[in-house]
C-alpha cells in the first residue's frame, strides 16, 4: 500500500511539474497570437491564451495546453455582428462541456448547462423589447423535456402557505357563473376582497385594468416587464405580466401570483383560469356543491 501511494504521489508530482515548470513567450502568427507557456520544443504547453483572427469571427482559447494542443478552459468567439458565444470546456478534444452561454447581438442570451457532458438545462433570456424579462428555462433528463417561464404561474410547494392539507372555497354564482373570492392583502395590513370569475377556458389569471391600478396603489405588485398579445383574431390587445407578492385564497397564502393586465383601460374583466390552478398539487370542483377544494 505505501509503494502504491508513493506511485500515485510521484505521478502527481510529475503531471503538474509539466505546468509548473513554464516558459513564458509570445508567438505570433499570421492570424494570431500565442501568450502563456511552451515546452522546450516551443509549443504551447500549460497556461496559455491563443487568439485566432478570420473573416467572421475573433476565437480565443483561455486556458491549458498541453504539446501544442488546446486541453480544457474557455473558448471564446467573437462574431463580426455583435454576437458572442462562450464555452467552458472540461476536454476540449473530447467535446465534453461544463457550461455554454450564447449572447446575441440584441441582447437575447442563451445558457446552457452540462453535466458530465450532457446538457441538462437550457435557460433564455431577453434583451431590449417587450420580452425583456422574460425568462424561458428548459430542463432535460433523458427524453423529457421540461419547461418554465416565468410568465406562468409555476407549482412551486413553497408558495402555498396553509397548515392544512386542502382549503374548501365556496364559489359565489352569479348570471350562471362562479366567482372565487380572492384576497389581496394591503401594505397597510388590510385585505381587499375581490370575487373574481373562474373561467375553465381561461389559461391565465386575468386583472382588468380597474383592479390593477388599485393593486399597484395599495398591494406590493412587480412588474416583470414583459409584454404580449392577448385576445382573439379582430380584437387583438396588448397585455403585460405583472407579479403579486401574495393573494388569499380559502384558508391559503399563496405567494408570486403571476398574472395578465390589459395596456388598454377600457378592458376591466376579472378572470381565473386552469393556468393559475396549476400552482396547486390539485383542485377538485364539485357543480352540485359550489365548492372547489385546493390541495396545498
Known amino acids: 500500500m505505501k509503494n502504491l501511494l508513493y506511485i500515485s504521489l510521484s505521478f502527481l508530482t510529475v503531471t503538474n511539474s509539466l505546468y509548473s515548470q513554464c ?33 467572421t469571427q475573433t476565437q480565443t482559447q483561455d486556458g491549458i495546453f498541453e504539446n501544442d494542443k488546446f486541453i480544457e478552459g474557455v473558448l471564446t468567439v467573437n462574431f463580426s455582428s455583435g454576437s458572442k458565444n462562450t464555452i467552458s470546456y472540461i476536454n476540449y478534444q473530447s467535446d465534453i462541456i461544463e457550461s455554454e452561454l450564447y449572447e446575441w447581438d440584441n441582447g437575447d442570451k442563451l445558457r446552457t448547462i452540462y453535466n458530465d457532458g450532457v446538457k441538462i438545462k437550457e435557460i433564455n433570456t431577453y434583451g431590449p423589447g417587450n420580452s425583456q424579462g422574460l425568462v424561458i428555462e428548459k430542463l432535460f433528463n433523458g427524453d423529457k423535456t421540461i419547461t418554465i417561464r416565468n410568465t406562468e404561474n409555476n407549482r412551486v410547494p413553497s408558495d ?65 416587464n414583459v409584454q404580449s398579445i392577448s385576445g382573439g383574431v379582430g380584437s387583438e390587445f396588448e397585455i403585460k405580466y405583472i407579479k403579486i407578492k401574495s393573494i388569499q385564497i380559502g384558508n391559503y397564502t399563496v405567494k408570486n401570483v403571476i398574472a395578465i393586465v390589459p395596456l388598454r383601460e377600457d378592458i376591466n374583466d376579472l378572470l381565473i383560469g386552469i393556468g393559475f390552478l396549476k400552482k396547486f398539487k390539485e383542485v377538485l370542483w364539485s357543480l352540485n356543491s359550489n365548492l372547489m377544494r385546493f390541495y396545498k
Do not use: W
Open 23 to 55: 516558459i513564458q513567450e509570445t508567438i505570433n502568427y499570421d492570424d494570431g497570437n500565442y501568450k502563456g507557456c511552451v515546452n522546450y520544443e516551443g509549443e504551447k504547453h500549460g497556461k496559455g491564451v491563443l487568439t485566432l483572427n478570420f473573416d
Open 160 to 224: 402555498i402557505i396553509g397548515e392544512n392539507e386542502f382549503s374548501d372555497v365556496k364559489l359565489i354564482e352569479r348570471d350562471n357563473q362562479y366567482r372565487i373570492n380572492i384576497g389581496f392583502p394591503t401594505k397597510d395590513g388590510e385585505m381587499m376582497n375581490v370575487p373574481i370569475q373562474f373561467d375553465t377556458g381561461a389559461t391565465s389569471f386575468f386583472i382588468g385594468n380597474r383592479l390593477y391600478r388599485d393593486l399597484v396603489d395599495k398591494c406590493e405588485v412587480e412588474d416583470i
